[in-house]
């Protein structure tokens, strides 16, 4: 919005990207962890969630 700085919003990638390395790095001993990039990644991902085919102890990584 008009009243966020530059400052600000720049700062939130980084935030971002320090809090995942952080759980990924708790995560890897109980979770297992997928990476996709990509429409077709993602409407699998999310298909797959739907059919219940996605364990508790997977976590998917998806980007555009």
Not at 34 to 55: C, F, M, N, P, Q
């Given at each position: 919005d008009r009243d966020v700085t530059g400052v600000q919003t720049c700062a939130l990638p980084i935030c971002v990207g320090e809090?995942?390395?952080?759980?990924?790095?708790?995560?890897?001993?109980?979770?297992q962890i997928?990476?996709?990039?990509?429409?077709?990644?993602?409407?699998?991902?999310?298909?797959?969630?739907?059919?219940?085919?996605?364990?508790p102890t997977q976590g998917i990584i998806l980007s555009l």
């Open positions: 809090a995942l390395r952080a759980f990924l790095a708790s995560a890897d001993s109980w979770m997928e990476h996709g990039s990509g429409r077709e990644a993602i409407e699998s991902a999310y298909r797959r969630t739907l059919d219940g085919k996605v364990e």
